[in-house]
């Protein structure tokens, strides 16, 4: 999921800088209203993003049960693919990207259980809503479980996790979503 969200990220600045590149028309000396491709500042970047997307794509349909996620270390140059240990994983991963460097990091929960733990919490903004809590974040832990923003996380936790005491939980400090707009 985070690496949706990293595409996305990517996405939106080539498409944000898009405009303000153009080519240059070396024999009139105009420019072209055609955009330049955006520049990434680490070499590797798309390579990795493919990277990313290839496994998402394998492991949730061959290993749903063991893969919990990957994120890009650009500076690293690397994938690193979260997972629970299971036999054949790594190996069908390392098959599947030759000459990308992945990295493997211990995961307690699949992507699966994970997602499905966060939908619950996030089915229930209206119970602790009405119990004076306001939930302004609920996501996915990835590979460990849900993480919950709150106003006030020293005063609301013990009795979310109580509710919650067949997952792991965390709670953190939280507001609502502010939308910057320009003018």
């Known amino acids: 999921m985070r690496s949706r969200a990293l595409l996305a990220l990517v996405a939106a600045s080539a498409l944000l800088a898009a405009p303000a590149l153009a080519v240059a028309d070396t024999a009139s000396g105009r420019q072209s209203p055609v955009p330049t491709p955006f520049p990434s500042d680490w070499p590797n970047q798309m390579k990795l993003i493919s990277a990313s997307t290839k496994v998402e794509t394998a492991a949730r349909k061959r290993f749903p049960d063991t893969y919990a996620g990957n994120r890009l270390d650009l500076p690293g140059d690397a994938l690193v693919v979260h997972r629970k240990p ?5 190996e069908a991963i390392r098959a599947l990207l030759p000459g990308v460097t992945v990295r493997y990091a211990y995961a307690s929960h699949s992507e699966r259980q994970v997602n499905a733990w966060t939908e619950r919490v996030a089915a229930d903004q209206d119970y602790w809503k009405g119990r004076g809590i306001t939930l302004h974040g609920i996501g996915p832990d990835m590979g460990q ?3 919950v923003e709150v106003d006030e996380p020293h005063r609301d936790d ?25 003018g």
Do not use: C, N
């Not at 299971?86 to 790594?90: A, E, I, K, N």
């Open 86 to 90: 299971s036999p054949g994983f790594d």
């Open 145 to 147: 479980g849900v993480f």
């Open 158 to 182: 013990a009795t979310l996790i109580t509710h919650y005491d067949d997952l792991p939980l965390r709670v953190e400090r939280g507001g609502p979503a502010v939308f910057l707009v320009g």
